[in-house]
Antibody, heavy 120, light 107 residues
Framework: QVQLQESGPGLVQPSQTLSLTCTVSGDSITSDTYYWTWFRQPAGKGLEWIGRLYTSGTTNYNPSLRSRVTISVDTSKNQFSLKLNSVTAADTAVYFC????????????WGQGTLVTVSS | DIQMTQSPSSVSASVGDRVTITCQASRGISSWLAWYQQKPGKAPKLLIYGASTLQSGVPSRFSGSGSGTDFTLTISSLQPEDFASYYCQQADSFPFTFGPGTKVDIK
């Protein structure tokens, strides 16, 4: 079955760029049926949708983060990535990647999540 | 943005109890609602989508209902593995938003 795994630095300095990668295994990332998405969850808090990417290139971002976020894909590696620039302590969270289904917009499966702390 | 609210924020229950969690959207979302279960330190797991359709592999003690602005998740007979947090998510429009969660713990 499809599995997703996040990777990237666990510590990022304030004002720098947070960069994470999600590796997809068990199926090709190129699909007309599915798309790929990022979420985050600060400790003890709820879930926030960051944005999504179709491998055709179409992206949609949460307006609250749009000015700082880029989601991209590397189909040769079956990976997609998140970049969030100008980070502050408020961006400290567990970041999850997940698969979404076109025209339905629920998410399954999810990666296990990776904690990113913004601190000097 | 569509705001999602949930009640209660937490519930204490015993194995075998019937548990009901409600979710309300700030405007009508038809049946564009999903429910997730999340255990500490783990990723969310999709339980129900389309307000009432059980995801493959999810036990039948879970059920969902509702449409428009008011939705319900019911666990008919709580099992030990069901102690977790539960989140609703609207899939009607960008940005997709979640409720604040309901924690189900042991009485």
């Amino acid at each position: 079955q499809v599995q997703l795994q996040e990777s990237g630095p666990g510590l990022v300095q304030p004002s720098q760029t947070l960069s994470l990668t999600c590796t997809v295994s068990g199926d090709s990332i190129t699909s007309d049926t599915y798309y790929w998405t990022w979420f985050r969850q600060p400790a003890g808090k709820g879930l926030e949708w960051i944005g999504r990417l179709y491998t055709s290139g179409t992206t949609n971002y949460n307006p609250s983060l749009r000015s700082r976020v880029t989601i991209s894909v590397d189909t040769s590696k079956n990976q997609f990535s998140l970049k969030l620039n100008s980070v502050t302590a408020a961006d400290t969270a567990v970041y999850f990647c997940a698969r979404g289904r076109s025209s339905q917009d629920w998410f399954d499966p999810w990666g296990q999540g990776t904690l990113v702390t913004v601190s000097s | 943005d569509i705001q999602m609210t949930q009640s209660p924020s937490s519930v204490s229950a015993s194995v075998g109890d019937r548990v009901t969690i409600t979710c309300q959207a700030s405007r009508g979302i038809s049946s564009w609602l999903a429910w997730y279960q999340q255990k500490p330190g783990k990723a969310p797991k999709l339980l129900i989508y389309g307000a009432s359709t059980l995801q493959s592999g999810v036990p039948s003690r879970f059920s969902g209902s509702g449409s428009g602005t008011d939705f319900t998740l019911t666990i008919s007979s709580l099992q030990p593995e069901d102690f977790a947090s539960y989140y609703c998510q609207q899939a009607d429009s960008f940005p997709f938003t979640f409720g604040p969660g309901t924690k189900v713990d042991i009485k």
